[in-house]
C-alpha cells in the first residue's frame, strides 16, 4: 500500500522518511543511509517544473510527499496525463532501456522528492540486493500500465476516426427516413381527397373491388427501367392520355405513374369498370397507392441500412461480450468493412476472397477488430483513397490466415525494418501515432500468433495468422 502524505514525511530528516516508504520495508538501516547520504533531497512547490522534454533520464525519483503530473503537451490533441504520488517510485529504474523523458512533470501542491542518480545503479545493486527485484517489479508494472494506456489511446484514435464516417453514414439513410414520412404524409393527404372523389361519384361495390384490385397489381409493378428517354416517353403518353380526360394538373400525376411503368394502355383497362365521374379520383388514389409503395420501399430500405450500421458497431465493438470466446473472423472483418465503408466511397473497390468453410478461433473479438482496422485503414491511407483492396482469409496448417493487400506505392525498403516500432510512422506530422502497426502487433502476439507482410511497388501485404480451435 502507498502510505497516507503527511506532513511528517515532508519535513522529516531523509533517512527517516526513506524507511517509511514501503519499497524500503526491511531494508537495515545502513543501507538506507546508504541511499540516502546517495540522494539528492529536492523540495518543490506548487506548479515548478520537474522535468521537461527532451532532459536525460539519469535519475530514479522516490517521491516522499506531494505529487508530480506529467503530460504530453502536443497541440490539438488532449494532453496524456500521468500522476504518481507520495510512496511511489517513477524516473529511471534499473532495467530500464528510457533514455529520455517526453513530457513535462510538475509538482502538484509542495513536494518533496529524493533523487539518486542512476549511474550508482550497479552499486546500489550490490549494497542493497533486497531492493533489486522489488524496482524490477515497479519496472513491469510501469510496463504493463503504458501498454495497457497505449493500447486504450490508439482504440479511442480509431474509434474517433471512424465516428465522423459513422455518423455521415448513419445521417443518410436516417435523413432518407425523416423525407419519406412527410412525403408519406402528404401522399395520405391526397389519397384521403381522392377517396372523397370517389365517395362522390357513388362506384358500386365491384367497381370499388375492380378499382383496388388494379391498385395493388400497379403498385406491386417493379420500378420502371432507369432509360430515361423511354422513361419521358411514356411520362408524355400518360400525361396526353389523362389531358383527354379531363384530369387535372396531368403532368403530377404522370410522374408518379411513370415511377412504375404504368403506360396508357394500362390506365385504359381502368375506364373500362370506372365511371367517367370516378375518373379523375380514381387515378388520383392510384397515384398514391404507387407513392405509398415506393417511400415504403425507401423507408424499409433506409432502416435496413442502419440496422446495418448499428449490427456492425455492436460487432465491431463487442459490446455485450468480454474476455476470449469463440470468434468467427469474417464477422469482425464485415463489420470493420462497414465501419470504413465512408473512406473507401472515392474511389476504392473491396474484394473479398474469403474460405466461409474456416472454423472458429479463439480469442477477443474487440482486440482483433481493432487488428483489422489499423489494417485496413493503413492500406486506404497508402492508395490514398483509390485502387484495390483485397482481403483474403483461408487457412495454413493448424492456422488461419488473413491478408490485407493493396495496389499503393509499397513501404520502402530502407523502412521496412522498422515498421512494427513504437511511433514510427511513413504518416506527416499530426497524421499519425506509429502506435496502429505495434498495436496490433502486441494483440496478434497475445492471441498467439503472428504477423508479417511484404511490400513491394505495387503490391503490399500484411499476414495476420492465427492458431484454430482444436478439434474435439
Given at each position: 500500500m502507498t502510505p497516507p502524505q503527511s506532513t511528517s514525511l515532508a519535513e522529516a530528516p531523509l533517512t527517516e522518511a526513506l524507511a517509511a516508504i514501503q519499497i524500503?520495508?526491511?531494508?537495515?538501516?545502513?543501507?538506507?543511509?546508504?541511499?540516502?547520504?546517495?540522494?539528492?533531497?529536492?523540495?518543490?512547490?506548487?506548479?515548478?517544473?520537474?522535468?521537461?522534454?527532451?532532459d536525460p533520464a539519469e535519475w530514479l525519483f522516490v517521491i516522499l510527499a506531494g505529487t508530480i503530473e506529467g503530460r504530453k503537451e502536443e497541440p490539438g490533441k488532449d494532453p496524456f496525463i500521468y500522476t504518481a504520488r507520495a510512496g511511489q517510485i517513477t524516473g529511471m529504474l534499473p532495467f530500464s532501456r528510457m533514455t529520455g523523458y517526453t513530457i513535462t512533470t510538475h509538482a502538484v501542491g509542495p513536494t518533496r522528492i529524493a533523487a539518486f542518480p542512476a549511474r550508482r545503479f550497479d552499486e546500489m545493486m550490490n549494497r542493497m540486493p533486497e531492493l533489486t527485484p522489488r524496482l524490477v517489479s515497479v519496472l513491469a508494472d510501469r510496463i504493463r500500465e503504458v501498454t495497457k494506456a497505449d493500447v486504450t489511446r490508439e482504440k479511442l484514435a480509431a474509434l474517433g476516426k471512424l465516428s465522423a464516417g459513422l455518423a455521415h453514414e448513419l445521417n443518410n439513410p436516417a435523413s432518407a427516413v425523416r423525407r419519406g414520412a412527410e412525403a408519406l404524409r402528404e401522399?395520405?393527404?391526397?389519397?384521403?381527397?381522392?377517396?372523397?372523389?370517389l365517395c362522390a361519384a357513388r362506384l358500386e361495390p365491384e367497381q370499388l373491388k375492380h378499382l383496388m384490385k388494379w391498385e395493388g397489381e400497379l403498385a406491386a409493378k417493379p420500378a420502371a427501367p432507369a432509360d430515361q428517354l423511354e422513361r419521358a416517353d411514356r411520362e408524355d403518353g400518360l400525361q396526353t392520355w389523362l389531358a383527354e380526360r379531363n384530369v387535372s394538373?396531368?403532368?403530377e400525376l404522370a410522374?408518379?405513374?411513370?415511377?412504375?411503368?404504368?403506360?396508357?394502355?394500362?390506365?385504359?383497362?381502368?375506364?373500362?369498370?370506372?365511371?367517367?365521374?370516378?375518373l379523375p379520383a380514381a387515378v388520383r388514389r392510384a397515384a398514391a397507392v404507387i407513392e405509398f409503395e415506393n417511400i415504403l420501399r425507401d423507408i424499409e430500405h433506409s432502416?435496413?441500412?442502419?440496422?446495418?450500421?448499428?449490427?456492425?458497431?455492436?460487432?465491431?465493438?463487442y459490446m455485450d461480450q468480454s474476455g476470449e470466446k469463440e470468434v468467427d473472423i469474417h464477422d469482425g472483418i464485415e463489420s470493420t468493412l462497414t465501419m470504413l465503408h465512408h473512406r473507401m466511397k472515392t474511389g476504392i473497390t473491396v474484394r473479398r476472397e474469403f474460405d466461409r468453410g474456416l472454423p472458429r478461433i479463439c480469442g477477443r473479438a474487440g482486440e482483433l477488430n481493432q487488428v483489422w482496422t489499423n489494417l485496413i485503414d493503413n492500406a486506404i491511407d497508402a492508395m490514398q483513397e483509390h485502387g484495390e483492396l483485397v482481403v483474403q482469409t483461408?487457412?495454413?496448417?493448424?492456422?488461419?490466415?488473413?491478408?490485407?493487400?493493396?495496389?499503393?506505392?509499397?513501404?520502402?525498403?530502407t523502412l521496412q525494418p522498422r515498421v512494427f516500432e513504437q511511433f514510427f510512422t511513413t504518416k506527416e506530422v499530426g497524421q499519425g501515432t506509429g502506435l496502429g502497426l505495434d498495436i496490433a502487433h502486441r494483440i496478434v502476439m497475445r492471441h498467439r500468433g503472428d504477423i508479417r507482410f511484404e511490400s513491394e511497388p505495387g503490391r503490399t501485404m500484411f499476414e495476420v495468422l492465427l492458431p484454430m480451435q482444436p478439434k474435439e
Open positions: 524500503f520495508e526491511g531494508l537495515r538501516p545502513e543501507q538506507i543511509e546508504w541511499f540516502a547520504a546517495n540522494s539528492e533531497d529536492r523540495h518543490y512547490n506548487d506548479g515548478d517544473v520537474i522535468l521537461r522534454p527532451g401522399a395520405f393527404h391526397r389519397y384521403r381527397e381522392a377517396s372523397l372523389g394538373e396531368p403532368w410522374t408518379a405513374l411513370a415511377d412504375s411503368g404504368a403506360d396508357p394502355k394500362e390506365l385504359q383497362s381502368l375506364t373500362e369498370g370506372i365511371p367517367d365521374s370516378g432502416s435496413d441500412r442502419i440496422s446495418d450500421l448499428v449490427k456492425a458497431v455492436k460487432t465491431y465493438t483461408g487457412a495454413m496448417r493448424d492456422r488461419v490466415y488473413v491478408r490485407v493487400i493493396d495496389n499503393g506505392p509499397g513501404i520502402p525498403k
